[in-house]
């Protein structure tokens, strides 16, 4: 189970999530499209990290941005299906 209050990204602010959120969403269609590969920075509490992908991490990329996502509570996936009770 996925708890913000530990993560990675436990004390950031939501509107730097956002945008981290949006570049790396923008990041990840760049290199799935194949147009480029593409840095990525963030800033944290204890300085500021840079990332460099290629089409052979996308798979990292996905789970930053799902990570990302998780954080700031946004639903991954639909809803499981109501079933009616016997």
């Given amino acids: 189970m996925y708890n913000p209050a530990t993560?990675?990204?436990a004390g950031m602010d939501t509107a730097t999530l956002q945008a981290a959120l949006a570049a790396a969403q923008q990041a990840y269609i760049a290199l799935a499209s194949g147009t480029k590969g593409e840095s990525f920075s963030y800033t944290q509490g204890d300085g500021s990290k840079s990332v460099t992908y290629t089409r052979a991490n996308l798979g990292s990329l996905v789970a930053l941005i799902e990570q990302?996502?998780?954080q700031l509570g946004i639903v991954r996936r639909a809803r499981r299906p109501i079933r009616p009770f016997f």
Avoid: H, N, Y
Wanted: aromatic share 16%; net charge neutral; proline share 0%.
């Fill in 7 to 9: 993560s990675i990204f």
């Fill in 68 to 70: 990302l996502q998780a």
